[in-house]
């Protein structure tokens, strides 16, 4: 008998993303970087196997990645310090925003972007 595939697997390691805060997907759909039409075409991956963007999440409830180790010369230390300025405002209330959604129980297509 096929064993039945629950959720969807990271592109990257290859694991189920169980979590809506585990959700790299849901996070660019929250950064309007996608749209919920597509939303299932899309590959899922974890937030934390997407270092570029995972880097900029500055939450004491986040674990620090070590950006510099995994991205050498592409970590934020080393862009410039506007872009990283207005990317860790970006990406932090994405994810702060992601982490309510989880909390409340209401379906991501239901929350409003904006
Ligand atoms: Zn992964």
């Not at 899922?44 to 674990?63: K, L, T, V, W």
């Amino acid at each position: 008998m096929a064993k039945c595939d629950k959720g969807y697997h990271c592109k990257v390691c290859g694991n189920a993303v169980d979590v809506i805060t585990d959700s790299d997907l849901y996070l660019r759909y929250l950064l309007h970087e996608i749209q919920a039409e597509v939303l299932h075409l899309e590959p899922e991956c974890h937030i934390r196997c997407n270092p570029e963007r995972a880097q900029y999440i500055m939450d004491p409830s986040f674990d620090d990645l070590n950006a510099e180790k995994i991205l050498g010369p592409f970590a934020k230390n080393f862009l410039d310090d506007c872009y990283v300025a207005e990317e860790e405002i970006r990406v932090t209330a994405a994810w702060l925003k992601l982490r309510k959604l989880a909390d409340s129980g209401v379906a991501i297509l239901d929350y409003p972007q904006t």
